[in-house]
């Protein structure tokens, strides 16, 4: 057997697709997508992120503004922000740019966003919302994982799950998500022991745990859906032998792809992904905001409508 590839890129294609659509159709009652991005200090991984975001949101429609704070910014001083951006009935949607500071409080800050303007879906109440199976707003990561699971079209309901990573914005939400959609889901962290022993029964594996190479054939099951979460920055040698950074997940790729039913690539595969289900929270916002949609609801399927047309290679 040799897996299919999952291809991300032309899945996320198929959601900004929809997303431009209805930004289209909300500026076209007066109603404009807004969302404003918040940058503190100058880290070139933020700087590039924020780049490319503001260009994603663009292609689709969103208006886009970019709020800088210095470095040196008091937790006071953000926080304040945060809230006047709440309160702007001008803004639809707000994203703060991590990592921050050290002198800063992520969580604490994250709370400080408007639960039905959190596009990333990281105020601690959008993350707790999940545990009841409806959602405000969910994680961008764990709405990705689920698209690319459900565009094999490969059951949920019964399977056996195993997550390697259990963090809270990746790991914990997606294991949430997974289990709402009726699966079976096995939770691994730093401290599993025997971790192959539990990736080995899974039917659909998911990694996040940011180490590259950590599962490779030993971990897979014949047949298994394979969901590489992890994106790591590796040095390599080039064919002239030079010395090259790579981009690579957790998952050893060549090894895997012959042993998998279906594989996610990195990059291609939940990055882009988890970046088009932050657009399509961009749409949820600005439709709370505008009373269209109420804030509890089934947790969408990712990618229902757009999954029939979806011809994966
Ligand atoms: P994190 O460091 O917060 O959490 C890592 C988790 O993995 C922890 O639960 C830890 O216990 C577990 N872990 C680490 N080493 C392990 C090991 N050897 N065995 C078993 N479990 C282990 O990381 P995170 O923020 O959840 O991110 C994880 C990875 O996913 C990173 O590479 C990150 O860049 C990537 N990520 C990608 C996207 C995307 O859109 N593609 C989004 C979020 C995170």
């Not at 969910?138 to 390697?164: D, H, I, K, N, Y």
Request: with cysteine; glycine share 8%.
């Amino acid at each position: 057997m040799t897996a299919r590839i999952i291809d991300g890129k032309a899945l996320a294609a198929q959601v900004r697709q929809q997303v431009a659509s209805d930004v289209a159709q909300l500026r076209g009652v007066g109603r404009p997508v807004r969302l404003t991005a918040v940058l503190v200090g100058k880290s070139p991984a933020a700087c590039v992120y924020a780049r490319n975001q503001a260009l994603a949101c663009r292609e689709v429609g969103v208006e886009y503004s970019l709020r800088e704070l210095p470095v040196t910014v008091t937790q006071d001083e953000l926080d304040r922000l945060l809230r006047e951006l709440a309160a702007d009935r001008s803004v639809t949607g707000i994203m703060l740019h991590l990592p921050l500071p050290e002198h800063l409080h992520t969580q604490q800050a994250q709370y400080a966003i408007d639960v039905i303007k959190d596009v990333e879906g990281v105020n601690p109440s959008n993350i707790g919302h999940v545990v009841y199976g409806y959602s405000i707003i969910a994680p961008c990561t764990a709405l990705a994982v689920l698209a690319l699971v459900e565009s094999t079209a490969v059951s949920l309901r019964g399977a056996e799950v195993t997550l390697v990573g259990a963090s809270r914005i990746a790991g914990k939400p997606t294991a949430l998500l997974l289990t709402e959609r009726g699966a079976t889901v096995t939770l691994c962290h730093i401290h599993t022991r025997d971790l192959a022993a539990h990736t080995q029964r899974a039917e659909i594996l998911i990694v996040a745990a940011g180490k590259a190479g950590l599962i490779d054939r030993r971990h897979v099951r014949p047949g298994a859906v394979v969901i590489d979460v992890g994106i790591n920055r590796i040095d390599t040698t080039d064919a002239n032998g030079k010395t090259v950074r790579k981009t690579v997940g957790d998952v050893d790729f060549d090894s895997v792809v012959p042993l998998a039913s279906w594989i996610t690539p990195v990059p291609g595969g939940v990055g882009p992904m988890t970046l088009a289900m932050l657009l399509r929270n961009t749409v949820r916002a600005a439709r709370l905001v505008y009373g269209l949609e109420q804030p509890f609801g089934k947790i969408p399927g990712p990618v229902s409508e757009s999954r029939r047309e979806l011809r994966i290679p």
